[in-house]
């Protein structure tokens, strides 16, 4: 069952400046907690970050989350983590790339920022938990451990980007959307009634620190251009770019290669090599993956005790598909049931069991059914 508090909290609600983490600290207040509204600076220089409502990290969102805060009756403040967002995000994110892995940020910000760096400052301040806009759940299993499941609206569920959470970290989470079975308009609707200014706010999108939305830019300001071949799988040059960085495995458009396949069918980005400084491209077919290797898994409770059947999801917006995994030397081993598409090494893959999170891990390497990579 879901765990609701069974007595007032001091809660910590991270405010971005967005409708979900407003009516989320909102619905906490109401709850009868004791609420206290922050916004998190991740950029020493707000205007470097998106402008406009797309984001979640400008100077607009601080002021839309202050507004926020005084319409639900809340204290609330700003704190400084640029410092940290920028060495556990940022240069992470940047290394990610240049290995010629493919990170996913949203994550790491949830793992470094959200529920270590914020949630960690406000233990020591006396706060009992962290409430975010997140839509997921956070249950008490049988045996008293903590678990994170599912939203219960599988359209809005974000429990993929909290699968590194540990169980110490869900102890202190909070997450008041989790249980909604409603449309992101009737949120909207919530917050008007609620009459809170961010109702018609836009979604934010992309990276937020990214400016543009131009990822491939972005990185060649940071590395700086680094002209190289594109090849085919048997090694033969079909064109060339500028920077390795900025292809990931699966990619299709923006390979800008001349020359055309043997069988007239697109070529897919197989593989990124950092040490030649080369991307290989071939037929849809060769991306399909049979098993991979994982690192660093972080568990959502207690570890498997042993080999498992789950439901695994690779991707922030991507779907289930059935996997057996294992440990093997501290590393997670994963076989698919049906080869996938799109797998690449820097990515997490987070494991279910039925709508548990089991836990999460950093994709390593993967067997291809052509060739392994």
């Known amino acids: 069952m879901t765990d609701t508090p069974q007595r007032p909290l001091r809660i910590l609600a991270a405010m971005s400046g967005g409708v979900d983490s407003a009516v989320a600290?909102?619905?906490?207040?109401?709850?009868?907690?004791?609420?206290?509204?922050?916004?998190?600076?991740?950029?020493?220089?707000?205007?470097?970050?998106?402008?406009?409502?797309?984001?979640?990290?400008?100077v607009e969102d601080s002021r839309d989350a202050r507004r926020a805060a005084d319409v639900i009756g809340i204290p609330f403040y700003v704190w400084d983590l640029a410092e940290r967002f920028?060495?556990?995000?940022?240069?992470?994110?940047?290394a990610e790339y240049e290995a010629g892995r493919t990170p996913n940020p949203c994550l790491r910000c949830n793992e470094k920022i959200k529920f270590a760096a914020l949630l960690d400052r406000a233990l020591a301040?006396?706060?009992?938990?962290?409430?975010?806009?997140?839509?997921?759940?956070?249950?008490?299993?049988?045996?008293?451990?903590?678990?994170?499941?599912?939203?219960?609206?599988?359209?809005k569920d974000q429990s993929y980007v909290l699968g590194v959470l540990d169980e110490r970290q869900l102890a202190h989470a909070?997450?008041?959307?989790?249980?909604?079975?409603?449309?992101?308009?009737?949120?909207?609707?919530?917050?008007?009634?609620?009459?809170?200014a961010v109702a018609r706010k836009p979604d934010s999108h992309d990276i937020c620190f990214i400016a543009d939305g131009d990822t491939q830019g972005?990185?060649?300001?940071?590395?700086?251009?680094?002209?190289?071949?594109?090849?085919?799988?048997?090694?033969?040059?079909?064109?060339?770019?500028d920077?390795?960085?900025?292809?990931?495995?699966?990619?299709?458009?923006?390979?800008?290669?001349?020359?055309?396949?043997?069988?007239?069918?697109?070529?897919?980005?197989?593989?990124?090599?950092?040490v030649d400084n080369r991307v290989t491209v071939g037929p849809a077919e060769s991306l399909d993956v049979t098993a991979l290797t994982a690192i660093r898994p972080r568990w959502c409770g207690t570890p498997p005790a042993g080999p498992g059947t789950y439901t695994a999801q690779l991707r922030a917006h991507g779907g289930e598909t059935e996997v057996g995994a294992h440990l093997e030397g501290g590393d997670l081993k994963v076989t698919f049931t049906e080869p996938v598409r799109g797998v690449a090494p820097g990515q997490a893959i987070v494991l279910y069991d039925g709508t548990r999170v089991v836990g999460s891990?950093?994709?390593?390497?993967?067997?291809?059914?052509?060739?392994?990579?």
């Not at 600290?25 to 916004?39: L, N, P």
């Not at 938990?129 to 956070?138: F, L």
């Not at 940071?222 to 060339?240: H, M, N, Q």
């Open 25 to 58: 600290a909102a619905r906490a207040a109401e709850a009868g907690h004791d609420v206290t509204g922050v916004h998190l600076a991740l950029s020493a220089n707000p205007q470097s970050f998106r402008t406009g409502a797309r984001g979640c990290c400008t």
């Open 86 to 94: 920028r060495e556990d995000v940022v240069e992470d994110f940047v």
């Open 125 to 155: 301040l006396g706060f009992d938990a962290v409430c975010t806009g997140h839509y997921a759940k956070v249950v008490t299993g049988e045996n008293g451990t903590r678990e994170l499941h599912r939203a219960s609206d599988m359209a």
């Open 174 to 196: 909070l997450f008041p959307l989790g249980d909604t079975v409603t449309t992101k308009d009737e949120i909207r609707a919530e917050a008007e009634r609620r009459g809170l």
């Open 218 to 241: 972005f990185l060649s300001r940071r590395l700086g251009t680094a002209p190289g071949d594109i090849v085919d799988e048997s090694g033969t040059t079909v064109g060339s770019h």
């Open 243 to 274: 920077g390795a960085y900025g292809f990931t495995i699966g990619q299709r458009k923006g390979l800008h290669i001349g020359t055309p396949a043997p069988d007239g069918k697109p070529r897919y980005v197989l593989d990124i090599s950092p």
């Open 361 to 373: 891990a950093t994709i390593a390497s993967t067997t291809r059914a052509r060739v392994a990579v």
